[in-house]
């Protein structure tokens, strides 16, 4: 069972970017699909960007333009570039297999976007 360990967050101001990492604890190359996953206060964990073995992604309608995912399987990690970021981008990010694997989360990394 791969375990993932987010980091890369923190205080921002809109517009700014991020990147966050996850790191795997075992090997992706053999997992399918990958997805970056946040959870705002008082809301429901959403996926946010998803990537497939191939490399094709699909991003919600919320972030589509703005973030950017890839993987390193070599690395066994994930990143999401996340730019012209948003107050309403604020949230915990994880990462996850889609669907996700309830044991496999990790703690997330904050993400703050203020001015």
């Known amino acids: 069972q791969v375990r993932f360990v987010e980091s890369g967050g923190g205080l921002v101001q809109p517009g700014g970017s991020l990147r966050l990492s996850c790191a795997a604890s075992?090997?992706?190359?053999?997992?399918?699909?990958i997805g970056w996953y946040r959870q705002a206060p008082g809301k429901q964990r959403e996926l946010v960007a998803l990537?497939?073995?191939?490399?094709?992604?699909n991003y919600a309608d919320s972030v589509k333009g703005r973030f950017t995912i890839s993987r390193d399987n070599a690395k066994n990690t994930v990143y999401v570039q996340m730019n012209s970021l948003k107050p309403e981008d604020t949230a915990f990010y994880y990462c996850?297999?889609?669907?996700?694997?309830?044991?496999?989360w990790g703690q997330g990394t904050q993400v703050t976007v203020s001015s």
């Open positions: 075992g090997n992706i190359f053999s997992l399918n699909t």
């Open positions: 990537i497939r073995r191939s490399g094709s992604a």
């Open positions: 996850n297999e889609v669907p996700f694997i309830v044991r496999s």
